[in-house]
């Protein structure tokens, strides 16, 4: 079935609601390099206070990055692509290991990564 909606993206709105869960959010461009104003020192420049966030003026075409090591994320990212399938891959290797996935966030990618 094919989407008719495209999904409303609020880059501020995300980075502020992400900061108020804890994490530590900085801003990158639509190539995923940090912005130099919002993020001079990259990662290190990211923040977990709403308030800073608020501050920003952030681009609409900007993308929220987490500073996984600051937030305590431990992040698997599952590409399909040239042939290969890792998303069945990690699922085979939980499955084997008994590791539940059921309460974990996920994001699909449009390559059909995870």
């Known amino acids: 079935m094919d989407n008719k909606f495209k999904t409303l993206y609020f880059p501020k709105t995300h980075a502020k609601v992400l900061a108020e869960q804890g994490c530590y959010v900085f801003i990158c461009d639509g190539n995923k390099v940090p912005i130099g104003r919002l993020a001079p020192r990259g990662y290190l420049s990211a923040t977990n206070d709403p308030k800073t966030v608020e501050s920003w003026d952030i681009p609409c075409n900007a993308t929220v990055a987490i500073a996984c090591r600051q937030s305590r994320l431990l992040v698997v990212d599952c590409d399909v692509k040239n042939g290969e399938d890792g998303v069945t891959a990690f699922h085979h290797y939980c ?19 995870l």
């Open 95 to 113: 499955d084997e290991n008994h590791i539940d996935l059921s309460n974990i966030p996920k994001v699909t990618t449009p390559s059909g990564g």
